[in-house]
């Protein structure tokens, strides 16, 4: 089976270059812990997919390297960081493809481009050979046309490895055989309000006759509230520059990429390098993370929104305790055109407010197609509905993605770069 990778897996003897011009031309002597379980499987590595430089991005546009552009309509973003790898999916060209998910750059651009795409619980997928944005919040994730490919490919990336001591020592993640497989009796689904308030009418809308589905196949609806959520974004973007700003420093023009000679001191040529390297949004990021982190500011910034990260993870573990699942909108829009959010960080990062909480909470969660809404000129666009699951219980959502599957229209509808009809 044909497989693209995102252009921040390690894959031995292949240009991986995060795209950024300070990797250009890095070559891996190793494979990624994914890579060498999906090639043992009898996967075949095609290619490497466009991203946002170092994972930093909602629409892939921050990079070294040209835009890509979303299958469906081709003025529009396809999502980020990992656009290259749903765009890979959704026209056609592989089956599967792997991204990495921080915040939600693998389940924004499968909800944007119509295609599954599923973070997995944080731990239950190596690390090793993730070229690393923030440590405590990435995971390689997995996109692919249907809800059986998804499932077929986290059994084989997933798993206890040695090489990573944040990836917890389990088994592969194997799915649940149901003895009636398209039936969802007993299950109670949370609908998480804050994300259905948050998003476009026409969002909620097919996220309203997905879930709607959801209940004719048995399961119940139950709204629930997630309080935190409003700081999520925030928070997130104390964290995650923070690490950043840490993982980054290693790019100094000594061991890896490029090096640019600056006034011929070491100083100087670690600020040459560093500034004809970097793109503007990862230069924005790592000035953020290293202030946050900065004698003086380290409690008052990171330290509190470590302490709000939990409130977040609490107001999940609350919503467990009532229901099995959490599920909203994936995205609060459809694709958004490419170059309309670029001169607005805020409103870009607004754009993973439905994704981020997850994340910050380590939980695993897939964005499956739900249905499409109309843009601004009256295009229909895929929207993409959320699944959440308590912590380990990545199965849990395969099946109730397997079910839904079944009853959905959205899934069998292909981009007119796929053939379809526009």
């Not at 011929?264 to 946050?292: C, H, N, P, S």
Request: proline residues 7%; aromatic residues 6%.
């Amino acid at each position: 089976m044909p497989v693209a990778l995102k252009s921040n897996l390690c894959c031995a003897g292949v240009e991986t270059h995060c795209g950024s011009k300070l990797l250009a031309g890095y070559r891996p002597p190793y494979d990624a812990t994914c890579v060498e379980r999906l090639v043992a499987a009898g996967a075949v590595i095609v290619g490497m997919t466009h991203m946002d430089e170092f994972g930093m991005g909602s629409s892939s546009e921050n990079s070294a390297y040209g835009v890509p552009r979303n299958p469906w309509d081709d003025a529009r973003t396809p999502g980020g960081s990992s656009g290259g790898s749903a765009v890979a999916v959704a026209a056609g060209l592989v089956p599967l493809a792997l991204g990495s998910d921080t915040g939600g750059s693998v389940r924004q651009p499968a909800s944007l481009c119509g295609v599954y795409g599923l973070k997995p619980t944080y731990g239950r997928v190596s690390r090793y050979g993730l070229v690393a944005f923030a440590s405590s919040l990435d995971v390689v994730s997995p996109f692919a046309r249907s809800a059986r490919d998804l499932e077929l490919v986290l059994g084989v990336i997933s798993g206890a490895d040695e090489r990573d001591s944040t990836c917890q020592p389990l088994p592969p993640i194997e799915p649940e055989r149901p003895a009636e497989p398209r039936r969802l009796t007993g299950l109670r689904v949370g609908v998480a309000r804050p994300y259905v308030e948050a998003a476009a009418p026409g969002v909620r809308a097919a996220c309203d006759a997905a879930l709607a589905r959801l209940a004719q196949l048995g399961a119940e609806l139950v709204p629930v509230d997630l309080p935190h959520t409003e700081y999520a974004i925030p928070t997130y973007y104390v964290v995650a520059t923070a690490e950043a700003s840490s993982n980054l420093a290693r790019y100094d023009g000594v061991a890896y990429g490029r090096r640019v000679t600056g006034d011929g001191t070491l100083q100087g040529m670690f600020a040459a390098t560093r500034d004809a390297g970097f793109g503007a949004e990862v230069k924005r990021r790592i000035l953020l993370g290293t202030y946050v982190l900065s004698a003086g500011y380290h409690d008052a910034w990171y330290g509190r929104a470590q302490r709000v990260r939990t409130l977040v993870r609490e107001d999940f573990e609350r919503a467990f305790a009532e229901v099995d699942l959490v599920a909203g909108p994936t995205s609060p829009t459809v694709a958004f055109r490419l170059g309309e959010r670029a001169a607005d960080p805020i409103a870009m990062y607004r754009s993973d407010a439905c994704t981020v909480p997850t994340s910050l909470a380590g939980l695993p969660a897939l964005s499956l197609p739900a249905g499409f809404a109309a843009a601004e000129d009256g295009r229909e666009l895929p929207v993409g509905l959320q699944l959440v699951a308590p912590a380990l219980q990545d199965a849990r959502l395969m099946r109730v993605a397997r079910a839904l599957e079944d009853v959905l229209d959205a899934p069998a509808r292909r981009a007119p770069a796929f053939g379809g009809a526009r």
